[in-house]
T-cell receptor, first 115, second 111 residues
């Protein structure tokens, strides 16, 4: 049981390049999330998904796209990277139990630098 | 939408002292309040949570209190140790809905 994994762990891009970050979970979770973490800004939600084939915008969605073609995978795409997208990206997943409160399980993070 | 304020942004204590981190939330419908710990270079991990039907929860050296009337909740760490040094995040959510995170508190425990 690997939990939540992210690929790659590190990446350096030039302005204008594109890339895709992959998040995978083996816990059969319905909900998946992408966050970015910047110093002093906490965790800001980019996009999320409440099930296979569904996605929705979070707090800071501009410049990013996502897809959830399979329940276990959640992809985050940057079509034309900008220096402002330099950040640490965390994927998370949770299982909506229907009761109050569900723990989010985070991946190890991807450190992205855009030059 | 929900807004979560977290204070202080940095907290420095001596080993053995207590540490308190406070969060306020805006949406009175929020009923789930988790706390996450993030060590340097690692992922955030849940350390304790509280639901709105209780006022306090304790797990060894850590405790969380909730005041629904004032819409604030706090994390208390007693007998701090150097390994408690990390960034702590509070969050608030309505049931299973998307949580809103505070901006984090960097706790430094000096030996």
């Amino acid at each position: 049981n690997a939990g939540v994994t992210q690929t790659p762990k590190f990446r350096v891009l030039k302005t204008g390049q594109s890339m895709t970050l992959l998040c995978a979970q083996d816990m059969n979770h319905e909900y998946m999330y992408w966050y970015r973490q910047d110093p002093g800004m906490g965790l800001r939600l980019i996009h999320y998904s409440v099930g296979e084939g569904t996605t929705a915008k979070g707090e800071v969605p501009d410049g990013y796209n996502v897809s959830r073609l399979k329940k276990q995978n959640f992809l985050l795409g940057l079509e034309s990277a900008a220096p402002s997208q330099t950040s640490v990206y965390f994927c998370a997943s949770s299982y909506p139990s229907g009761s109050v409160g569900d723990t989010q399980y985070f991946g190890p993070g991807t450190r992205l630098t855009v030059l | 939408g929900e807004n979560v304020e977290q204070h202080p942004s940095t907290l420095s204590v001596q080993e053995g002292d207590s540490a308190v981190i406070k969060c306020t939330y805006s949406d009175s419908a929020s009923n789930y309040f988790p706390w996450y710990k993030q060590e340097l270079g690692k992922r955030p991990q849940l350390i304790i949570d509280i639901r709105s039907n209780v006022g306090e929860k304790k797990d060894q050296r850590i405790a969380v209190t909730l005041n629904k009337t004032a819409k604030h909740f706090s994390l208390h760490i007693t007998e701090t140790q150097p390994e408690d040094s990390a960034v702590y995040f509070c969050a608030a959510s309505i049931g299973s809905y998307i949580p809103t995170f505070g901006r984090g508190t960097s706790l430094i425990v000096h030996p």
